[in-house]
């Protein structure tokens, strides 16, 4: 088990940045978007982009199944 | 039948065939306590995913979510921003500590320590802390059990027979078939929960308000102040906010279950994988606010918050449909009561009981008495919740505030080489000692800082100073923790040069 790339640790601080430490930026009503408060829109809406910030890391982090051992539980 | 028979009638259907499934899953699996701990280190994708699910979303985000929005507004957002950052942290510190577990055949949190830092008072410690930590969030599942049945019975049915029951049933299948049980009660529990959610999220705020849109436009209207915050709290703004996603961002997977359940995992990519999945499970928590923040204008002046989602079901639907969100809701309970219940049963028997009181215990041995301790953790849990009343959200803060400062420990453990065993004992010491003394001083959040991320702050400085007062270790790994993977030579070449 190597350590992580430095890549996969700032595409990991994304969301960090964006739904925790800015929350004095987004914590308001208007503009609503889609019928919801803004800061409600904006907690939905990184819940659908972490997955790409993680996704990405993983892309990073498991190359092309190089391991062998990790292969056993197998993607396919 | 009256309605509140055919309310308890399904209820008690559901739970009867959540319960079966836990009972069949033991089938064709010898139980030892590799198997019951860790169901053999072979669970894919999906049965993590369910697993982890099944733990993650309790009672308190399905009963929780919707009473917070109901009382305190604006910051129930903070169950919303650390979701998707807990599966962040989770995504670098689960497959090291898999596979750690892996090559020393490790089955609970204290064994990490135990092997980690060579000590078995260290993850006695550890064992201990996290065993106290989870007799409260036990009794939150009971209360929310409680809860239910009361509701759901039109106040017919008390609320200790119900705990007791439900109890009883929980107790006997994590007895019988350990962690493989709860995986598979999860899927029941899961399909119910996320149907629940989406029909009741959006067709609530249909029925009183025509709509998702109009409902907070009528909610803005009536109070202007409650969606942002610290909406109708005092003490709950942004500081407050930054610093409890943090915590609970950082501090998730260190609850010994969660920790624990990513030994089931049949490789470390399944972690990551699953880590990268996890954080669309949570759209289900937007909609019980829905549910909670309609309930404002529609039901003003409950006593209890916690109600919310359920009274509005009752007063909206029909009986048997307040059954079935009863039974989501009770199974809910019911799994996530189940793994907490393993988990501390595993940590006392063979952390705690076996290498202090008796070392020379077999692993059958180290079972029976851990399956000895679902039966008395589950007795006492029941007795501490029929007696003790008010304090419970305060426990349970107090509880993740304590697991928190095993991070320290985990992550340094993982990623320095330099760290000794006692600057982490320390460096913990200090964090609970702190977490312990604000929250019983009644200082929690201190000027507006959630009280567990001082005790954090304190526990990672502790560490520092007492590491570099401590001689350097010996190194003992080798490729199996990151911190010393530089060595290998295999692990120096970059990702992209192949």
Known sequence: ?76 | MNSAGAALTIISLTVAIGSLVGFLARYHHKMDLEQWTVGGRGFGLVLVWLLMAGEIYTTYTFLGASGWAYSRGGPVLYILGYGPLMYVVSFFILPPVWELGRRHKLQTQADFFQVRYDSTVLAAFVALVGVVCLIPYLEIQLTGLGLIAEVASFGAIQRTPAMIIAFALVAAFVFVSGVRGVAWVSVIKDLLLVFAAIFVGFAIPHIYFGGIGPMFAALVRAKPNHLTMPGPTQDLGHTWYLTTVLLAGLGFYMWPHFFAASYTAQSGKVLRRNAVIMPLYGLTVPLMLFVGFSAVLVLPGLSNGDLSLLAMVRKTFPAWFLGIIGGAGALTAMVTAAIQLLTGATLYAKNLFRPLLAPGMSDEEVARVARIMVLVLSSGAVLLAIYSSLSLVSLWLLGSAGVAQFFPGVVLGLFSRRVTTSGVFAGMAVGISVALFLMLTHRDPYHGLNAGIIALCFNFFTAGVVTVLTPRPVVRFHDTIPAFAASQPEDQASPEAL
């Open chain 1, 1 to 76: 088990m190597k350590r992580p790339s430095l890549g996969a640790i700032l595409l990991g601080l994304i969301p960090f940045t964006a739904s925790c430490f800015s929350v004095a930026l987004w914590d308001r009503v208007y503009p609503m978007v889609l019928g919801l408060p803004f800061n409600l829109f904006w907690l939905i809406l990184w819940l659908l982009l972490t997955p790409l910030c993680l996704w990405g890391a993983y892309r990073l982090e498991e190359p092309a199944d190089r391991d062998p051992r990790s292969q056993q539980g197998g993607a396919r």
